[in-house]
């Protein structure tokens, strides 16, 4: 089964795979485990190290998932749009690249 959804910023869609699409989910719903998790300890009035610890795990947990959606993308987005001409696809991957640097 392919999943296909639609930003609600944009028109553009990504079909994945259902392999692809099971990772990505699974890393997410780890990550909200993990801010449920943080959300938890301050409602507790855990010590403000053992909370910055945690946050600093689901900031990796995010760029984890980043570099996994990123790789992707370039394996199949940009690749296909690039051997079909689309060459403003390299414009766009720049301008996310940009985003995810700051």
């Known amino acids: 089964m392919e999943h296909e959804k639609e930003c609600p910023c944009c028109h553009k869609t990504k079909e994945r795979s259902e392999e692809e699409y099971t990772k990505l989910i699974h890393r997410l719903n780890r990550i ?9 300890m301050v409602e507790k ?11 600093a ?10 570099k996994e959606l990123l790789a ?3 394996r199949t987005c940009v690749a296909d ?3 079909a001409g689309k060459d403003e696809i390299i414009d766009e991957l ?4 940009q985003k995810l640097m700051k």
Do not use: K, M, P, S
């Open 32 to 40: 909200e485990g993990q801010v449920r998790g943080i959300r938890g």
């Open 45 to 55: 009035n855990a010590y403000c190290t053992d909370i910055l610890v945690q946050v």
């Open 57 to 66: 795990a689901v900031n990796a947990a995010l760029n984890a998932f980043n």
């Open 72 to 74: 992707n993308h370039i």
């Open 81 to 83: 749009d690039i051997r």
């Open 94 to 97: 720049v301008t996310t690249l």
